[in-house]
Nanobody, 121 residues
Framework: QVRLVESGGGEVQPGGSLRLSCAAS????????MGWYRQAPGKERELVAA???????NYKNSVKGRFTISRDNAKDTIYLKMDSLKPEDTAVYYCNANLVVTGGYIAMNYWGKGTLVTVSS
């Protein structure tokens, strides 16, 4: 079994900051890319930021310069530092990992249960 556990969500005022964490655990052989997605009420889930095992990153245009994704490969953990938060950043943030389980041959996508981020005055 593989688990992705997110933490760090909450409510913050516009202009504030939050740091999300996501730890992958279980019978993992290799973790490839990991990333953060978000889904606002009434909208589709969208990619926010992603990072490869070598540290290459990719960001949604609207968060560039405000959000920073990082990764600790030894802990199979990623982080999302969110600065200058805006009300439109309000959403449930989901962690995603593309990984190969022990004894497996094919990389598959796994999801966390999500953590709510609310930006409101």
């Amino acid at each position: 079994q593989v688990r992705l556990v997110e933490s760090g969500g909450g409510e913050v005022q516009p202009g504030g900051s939050l740091r999300l964490s996501c730890a992958a655990s279980g019978n993992i052989f290799r973790v490839n890319s990991m990333g953060w997605y978000r889904q606002a009420p009434g909208k589709e889930r969208e990619l926010v930021a992603a990072i490869t095992s070598l540290g290459s990153t990719n960001y949604k245009n609207s968060v560039k310069g405000r959000f920073t994704i990082s990764r600790d490969n030894a802990k199979d953990t990623i982080y999302l530092k969110m600065d200058s938060l805006k009300p439109e950043d309000t959403a449930v943030y989901y962690c995603n990992a593309n990984l190969v389980v022990t004894g497996g041959y094919i990389a598959m996508n796994y999801w966390g249960k999500g953590t709510l981020v609310t930006v409101s005055s």
